[in-house]
């Protein structure tokens, strides 16, 4: 069983800045894939950007690229997510994921948090 905790959301302008973190206990943290979902009021969840188990490959949708980095650190079983130029558009739960590859992340998840909100104000 794998436990993920995210942290790091809140209230930001827009144009501005946050990093959300997600700490993995449970399992084997460096050997899978990790990613980031959202999910918009009225909307259905949405992936976001994944990472490979040893950080070397990363996959984003059009709309956050240049602006989201994700990272990770295995030693430290978290994985990061820094949000530059932060837009309306974002405003949602981010949700942290865990699967297999970084290939399948987008269609199959074996492992989400609990989420944690993004609001941007503008």
């Known amino acids: 069983q794998v436990q993920l905790v995210e942290s790091g959301g809140g209230l930001v302008q827009a144009g501005g800045s946050l990093r959300l973190s997600c700490a993995a206990s449970g399992r084997t943290f460096s050997t899978y894939a990790m990613g980031w979902f959202r999910q918009a009021p009225g909307k259905e969840r949405e992936f976001v950007t994944a990472?490979?188990?040893?950080?070397?490959?990363?996959d984003y949708i059009d709309s956050v690229k240049g602006r989201f980095t994700i990272s990770r650190d295995n030693a430290k079983n978290t994985m990061y997510l820094q949000m530059n130029n932060l837009k309306l558009e974002d405003t949602a739960v981010y949700y942290c994921?865990?699967?297999?590859?970084?290939?399948?992340?987008?269609?199959?998840?074996?492992?989400w948090g609990e989420g944690t909100l993004v609001t941007v104000s503008s």
């Open positions: 990472i490979s188990w040893g950080g070397g490959r990363t």
């Open positions: 994921a865990l699967g297999q590859t970084i290939a399948t992340m987008r269609g199959r998840v074996d492992y």
